[in-house]
């Protein structure tokens, strides 16, 4: 009997191993859906006077769409198990739809040269973070919450920097900020990949991959951004 257990066990985990690979996949491939469609987004918005002028002509239009980020994605993390997966997935697409928006304005302060080097630095720098969070055997559990805490002086840091304009406290912030994402994006493919899907319908399954794909979507945006204060030079 042994050798049938062992042969059970082994067939578990290879079933197990698939599931993993094939949700993981989707978190990737919705992530890369999503970027694709900031990236389009903001250059069409870039080099349409009509848009931009819809954008930064009419009073606090520009705020309210930073304003309908946050509150996607805050709705979209609160209440995922509510809903269905096709309005996560809708909420996730509409969110990069509405970042296309926003970010078009790197293309009117950079250059589009340092804006291709930087996204280059970016996926080069992610990818290999994020390979080093799925293959690692190390747990990063303390990183995530050490990184957590960071994560929230840098947010308090940067607002308290809107009104001091500080140099110092920006370059501080900006280098301080890498290393943060540069982490979580090491943690968070951990985390995503440890979640366990086996047995899990295809609905809640989506869903999942859909929370993966933003968690990773921001860690990429947020260490692109950072990156750029770097790498950018301005028109």
């Not at 946050?70 to 979209?76: M, S």
């Not at 990183?143 to 805490?149: D, F, K």
């Not at 943690?187 to 899990?200: H, L, P, R, S």
């Not at 993966?212 to 692109?224: C, E, K, R, V």
């Amino acid at each position: 009997m042994e050798p049938l257990d062992q042969d059970v066990r082994n067939q578990f985990s290879l079933e197990n191993a698939l599931v993993q690979q094939e949700f993981i996949t989707k978190v990737y491939g919705w992530m890369s859906v999503a970027l694709v469609i900031t990236g389009i987004v903001a250059y069409l918005t870039a080099t349409s006077p009509a848009i931009l002028q819809f954008i930064f002509g009419i009073p606090y239009m520009f705020m309210g769409l930073l304003i309908g980020e946050v509150l996607l994605v805050i709705g979209l993390t609160s209440m995922i198990n509510k809903m269905s997966a096709a309005t996560a997935t809708f909420i996730f697409v509409l969110y990069s739809v509405i970042n296309g928006l926003t970010l078009s304005v790197i293309f009117l302060v950079y250059t589009q040269g340092s804006i291709s080097l930087t996204f280059f630095v970016t996926a080069i720098t992610f990818g290999t973070m994020s390979a080093y969070g799925y293959f690692t055997k190390k747990d990063l559990t303390t990183w995530g919450n050490l990184l957590m805490m960071a994560l929230v002086g840098l947010v308090i840091a940067s607002v308290v920097n809107l009104f001091m304009k500080n140099e110092i406290l920006y370059w501080v912030t900006t280098y301080a900020g890498i290393l943060i994402f540069v982490g979580l994006t090491a943690y968070d493919t951990q985390k995503i990949k440890n979640m366990n899907m086996a047995g899990v319908d295809g609905e809640t399954s989506r869903k999942g991959a859909i929370m993966g794909a933003l968690t990773l979507y921001l860690d990429f945006i947020n260490l692109f951004l950072l990156l750029l204060r770097l790498f950018g030079r301005r028109k």
